[in-house]
């Protein structure tokens, strides 16, 4: 079922670091070997053996209206006999610019970078720029992409593996990185009181996802802004799983709260590889060449990758019942998935906002980084391998969100519900 597949990893292993180019492809947490992929349409992905799998990872979110979408697939086909690449400015940079900044509440400007890590990297320059402090707090199992500062309890891909401190990273690096249990304000409070004057920032996922997915408490972000504002700490929300997934103007529009900086990437790309920091004015302007915060990019603004990302980004401004119809696609999902689970007996906590949810098996509420890790991985493995077994195409660690896209259909997602009734079964 799997053969060209197995053929192939054996042949990835031999050429690229454990035969994958980004670690939790590896299928490490759930064990078994990965699934090479051939091509997607919609909501479906084909492997290399000629197998369906109905998508629950969308390219980590980017397909947020399903595999090879149209519209962006043709925009990118034009604008590639342009040129892929110039290396000077285009008006498209603009075009997208003043787009993102209609979407998104509380923001003047945008710098395109490649990559959410980029983002982030960069975003905590501008802040440490900013401010003149060195320090910043982050939350354990966020991520913020992969830049030495945020290795420091960093969720999914690294608690995937088991690590506890990461080789490469130096102890002077991580001595500024302070870290909090994620909903733990009072923590938060503290570090703030301990290192009064030096805290350049506060970086959150307004809506975590790479420990599963993970709500912010009612209180937990005003409490953050609040402290933001008492000591002039620069709020930044990490937006690059929840940017334009959430909402237009992502988690900030969602939950009526202000932050200081945005990142964001994935779906802002359409599955090109794009990043970018925004905010106001005051704090933007600090980045080269209008300030001193140097900042960089030779393939920043690709043409090819604004188009893709203009594309897809002004389909959702323009018809936000999408955010509706995923919203009510994913309810509809975890109603079945609590009825599988329950008829199997099965304690389960299933956690969900719009079209991010996941799934832990565990009598407890998932509220942060150690009720994640408190669930039973052992059960998850096996529902996993079965639902892949049923077609079904699961995030492979139980750390992960699940990311649903538009093109799923009532009967995708029955077929997913009786795919888990049948796993269920057959595991418990
Ligand atoms: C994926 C992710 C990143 C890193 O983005 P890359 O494009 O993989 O570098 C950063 N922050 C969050 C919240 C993410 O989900």
Known sequence: MYSKSEMLFGKAKEVIPGGVNSPVRAFKSVGGNPIFMERAKGAYMYDVDGNRYIDYINSWGP????????????????????????????????????????????????????????????ALRLARGYTGRNKFIKFEGCYHGHADAFLVSAGSGVATLGLQSIPGVTATVADDTLTAPYNNLPAVEQLVAEYAGQIAAIIVEPIAGNMGCILPQPGFLEGLRKVCDEHNIVLIFDEVMTGFRLARGGAQELLGIKADLVTFGKIIGAGMPVGAIAGPREIMENLAPAGKVYQAGTLSGNPIAMIAGYTLLQTLNDNPVIYQQLAEKATYLVNGLKEAFGAAGIVHSINQIGSMLSAHFTEYPIIDFSSASAANNEIFRRFFHAMLERGVYLPPSAFESWFMCNALTTEDLDQTITAAKSAMQAIK
């Open 63 to 122: 397909m947020i209206l399903g595999h090879a979408y149209e519209p962006v697939v043709k925009a990118i086909q034009e604008y590639a006999t342009y040129s892929t690449s110039f290396g000077a400015p285009t008006e498209l940079e603009i075009k997208i610019a003043e787009l993102i900044v209609s979407m998104v509440p509380n923001i003047d400007m945008v710098r395109m970078v490649n990559s959410g890590t980029e983002a982030c990297m960069t």
